[in-house]
């Protein structure tokens, strides 16, 4: 099904000779012999790619002209407040993201996520009772503030029977 034969769809049939299949996965802990006997010959290239560093999570923050940040900006913008970040900040969430990626569960460039609505939550509650032309400058110690207790390693041992 994934090349050189014909598939019968609903809108007619499709010849796979030419479209080129792109498959992904989480396949850390299988060997190419646990893949499917049909998938193992049709799927020849395996590439292994390294978890984000600091520096990545710091680029996906900054470069994108619709970043996440700038997205929290326009926001808060709404409400008449104006939003900044500074540097240190952003190297700050990009550390914490990081080193989270590492120590908790690598989920990626998605763990930005969560630590900047950690970070901005109480100034978009609040945002709207502020006056207009406020700003807000999101600063390395209100990140360090907001996002303490996402570092903290629980012990888990009390779990286990």
């Known amino acids: 099904m994934i090349e ?10 499709v010849n796979t000779d030419f479209i080129l299949f792109v498959a992904s996965g989480a396949f850390h802990s299988c060997k190419p012999a646990d893949l499917l006997a049909e998938l ?3 799927l020849p290239i395996r590439v292994e790619l390294n978890g984000l560093t600091e520096d990545d999570m ?3 923050l900054t470069e994108p002209v619709t970043n996440v940040l ?6 808060i913008g709404t409400e008449g407040v104006k939003l900044k970040f500074d540097d240190d900040a952003i190297r700050e969430m990009a550390r914490v993201s990081s080193e989270m990626n590492r120590t908790v569960e690598n989920i990626g460039a998605r763990r930005l996520f969560p630590v900047i609505e950690r970070i901005v939550e109480e100034i978009s509650y609040n945002s709207p ?7 807000v400058v999101v600063n390395k110690e209100l990140v360090e503030e907001r996002v303490s207790e996402m570092l903290v390693k629980n ?3 009390k779990f286990i029977l």
């Open 129 to 135: 009772e502020m006056e207009e032309g406020t700003v």
């Open 58 to 60: 710091y680029k996906i």
């Open 4 to 13: 050189g034969s014909t598939i019968s769809t609903k809108h007619g049939n």
């Open 70 to 75: 700038r997205q929290q900006v326009e926001s």
């Open 155 to 157: 012990d888990l041992s």
């Open 40 to 42: 193992q010959g049709r």
